[in-house]
C-alpha cells in the first residue's frame, strides 16, 4: 500500500495534550509547593531557586559597560553607553555557537562532547575582544548573562551546575566559569576588561525590565529554553535583604506527561532533566509535532526509513510558518519541505490530513502556553504573603512568546482563568533583547 498518514494518531495525540482548568490549577498548587520547598531549602523541590545576590537596580545606574549574552545558540558581546537611564549601543559582535556553510557543511561547533572548555572560551572571549574593537588599555567592566543553571556564592562567581538546551561540552560541570571566561580573556590580552556580575538570562531581564519599570517582581524567558526568575517578596531570613532568585523552572516536574513527552525526553541528551522545558521551550516543540508525525506514517515497512523522525526534524519555526500559513497549499508545502526528503515525492497530503495536523500544532502550542501561565501565576500567589495580589508587571522575553501564533494571548487568558478579576492587577510586558541590557545594568550595580 501507498505511504499515507492516520488521521486517528494524530487527532489522539492532539487531545492528549489538553489541559483543562482543574489539572492547570493542580499544577499551579504543584508548582506553589515546589516554590515553598525551595525558599526554605527543602527537598524534595524541582525549582532550584538559586540567589543572584542582586536586588532590584535603583534606576540610576550610568556609564559605559560590555554585556557578554551566553544563551543556547548565539554569543554576543555588546558595549553599552548608558546615561539618563537611556542606553545606546556603541560596538556590537554576535557568532552562533555551531555554524555550517550554504551547503550545510558544518564548519565549527562549540557544543559538542569533542570540545575542549579552553576552545569554547576563547571563543567567547574573542567575541568580546571585538566588541571593544580590540581595546585592550580602557578598563571596562562586563555584565555576563550565562544561561544555564549556576551555583553562587557572590555575585561575580558562578559554578555550572549542568549543561541544558544540548550544549555538552566536557570539563565545564562543577567549574567556576568566571574564572575559565577570566583565564580566557587573559590569554586574549583583555585583562582590562573586569567581569562584575554573572547572571542568568531571567536575573537579566528582570533587572532590565525593573529599571523603568518599578512594578516589575517577575521575568521569564519564553524561547528556545524556557526559565523565570523573581524578586523575593517577603524574607523569612530577617537578617538579609530580599534578592532575585533564579527559579530554574525549567526543571519544574511535578507534571502529567504523555507517551510523546517521554519519547522526546528519552531521545535528549539529558532524559529525565528539564521536564517543564521539554513541554513548553522552542528547542522542543518541534521534536514533539515530529515524534506524532513519525508515529502516524502508515505503510509497507521498506517504505518508511527506521530512522524517520531525524529524518524529518520539524522545528518550532516549521510549526509556526504552518500555523501562519493562509491556504491549504502553503500549509502544504510548509509540511513537504520536511515529508518529501524523508518519504519520497509521492507522498502527499490531502486536505484532513492537513487539518489535523494543524490542529496538533495548535494543540501542542496551547498547552505550552497554559504551562507557562501556571507557572506564573504560582509565583504571583507564592509573593502574595497576606493573599492579596497586588498590582505588578511580569517581563516576558522569547521567541516562543513573541513569534508563535497566538502564545501571548493564550498566556494572558489562562493567567486570567487562573487569577480571576485579581488577573487584572498583573501586566504582562514584553521585552525583547532585555538579557544583554540586563547584564550591563548588573555590571554598573
Known amino acids: 500500500m501507498a505511504v499515507m498518514i492516520d488521521n486517528h494518531v494524530v487527532q489522539t495525540a492532539a487531545s492528549s495534550f489538553a489541559i483543562g482548568t482543574d489539572n492547570l490549577r493542580r499544577i499551579e498548587s504543584a508548582f506553589i509547593y515546589d516554590l515553598d520547598r525551595g525558599v526554605d531549602g527543602m527537598e524534595p523541590s524541582s525549582l532550584k531557586m538559586l540567589p543572584s545576590f542582586l536586588d532590584l537596580p535603583t534606576g540610576r545606574e550610568e556609564g559605559d559597560a560590555l554585556a557578554l549574552d551566553f544563551g543556547g545558540t548565539n554569543v554576543r558581546a555588546r558595549l553599552y553607553h548608558i546615561e539618563n537611564g537611556k542606553a545606546a549601543v556603541l560596538r556590537e559582535s ?29 571563543f567567547i572571549a574573542g567575541i ?10 580602557e578598563e571596562y567592566p562586563l555584565g555576563w548573562t550565562f544561561s544555564f543553571p549556576a551555583r553562587q556564592e557572590r555575585v ?20 567556576d566559569v568566571v ?84 519519547e522526546v525526553d528519552e531521545r535528549s541528551d ?54 501562519l500559513a493562509e491556504d491549504i497549499a502553503e500549509k502544504r508545502s510548509v509540511l513537504a519541505v520536511k515529508f518529501f526528503p524523508a518519504l519520497g515525492k509521492g507522498f502527499s497530503l490531502d486536505r484532513a490530513e492537513i487539518a489535523a495536523f494543524r490542529g496538533l ?65 498583573v501586566e504582562l510586558r514584553r521585552l525583547t533583547g532585555g538579557s544583554g541590557f540586563g547584564a550591563a545594568i548588573a555590571a554598573l550595580m
Open 94 to 122: 554576535a557568532r552562533r555557537l555551531r555554524e555550517f556553510d550554504r551547503e550545510n557543511a558544518l564548519l565549527y561547533d562549540y557544543t559538542s562532547s569533542k570540545t575542549r572548555p579552553e576552545e569554547l572560551f576563547d
Open 156 to 175: 561575580d562567581q558562578a559554578e555550572l551546575i549542568s549543561w541544558s538546551k544540548e550544549i555538552a561540552v566536557p570539563g565545564v560541570e562543577g567549574q
Open 270 to 323: 539529558r532524559p529525565g532533566a528539564q521536564l517543564l522545558e521539554k513541554m513548553v521551550s522552542g528547542r522542543y516543540l518541534g521534536a514533539l509535532f515530529t515524534n506524532v508525525a513519525a508515529l502516524s506514517v502508515r505503510g509497507e515497512r521498506e517504505e518508511i526509513p527506521p530512522d524517520l523522525e531525524d529524518r524529518l526534524g520539524f522545528t518550532a519555526e516549521d510549526m509556526s510558518r504552518f500555523m
Open 179 to 262: 574564572r575559565l571566561l577570566r583565564e580566557a580573556l587573559e590569554r586574549n590580552g583583555l585583562k582590562n576588561v573586569r567581569i562584575k556580575a554573572v547572571v542568568n538570562d531571567t536575573i537579566a531581564t528582570l533587572v532590565a525590565a525593573a529599571y523603568s519599570d518599578e512594578k516589575v517582581t517577575a521575568a521569564a524567558i519564553y524561547g528556545t529554553g524556557h526559565n523565570t526568575g523573581c524578586r523575593e517578596m517577603y524574607v523569612r531570613d530577617k537578617d538579609r535583604p530580599p534578592q532575585l532568585l533564579n527559579l530554574e523552572s525549567g526543571g519544574f516536574s511535578r507534571l502529567m506527561r504523555t507517551v510523546y513527552d517521554l
Open 361 to 425: 500544532a495548535e494543540a501542542i502550542t496551547r498547552r505550552s502556553a497554559r504551562l507557562v501561565a501556571a507557572t506564573l501565576s504560582a509565583i504571583v500567589r507564592h509573593n502574595s504573603e497576606t493573599g492579596e495580589i497586588k498590582p505588578q508587571t511580569i517581563a516576558v522575553d522569547g521567541s516562543v512568546y513573541a513569534n508563535m501564533p497566538g502564545v501571548a494571548r493564550l498566556v494572558r487568558a489562562a493567567i486570567d482563568e487562573l487569577l480571576g478579576e485579581e488577573g487584572k492587577k
Open 128 to 137: 568580546v575582544k571585538e566588541a571593544v574593537s580590540g581595546d585592550t588599555q
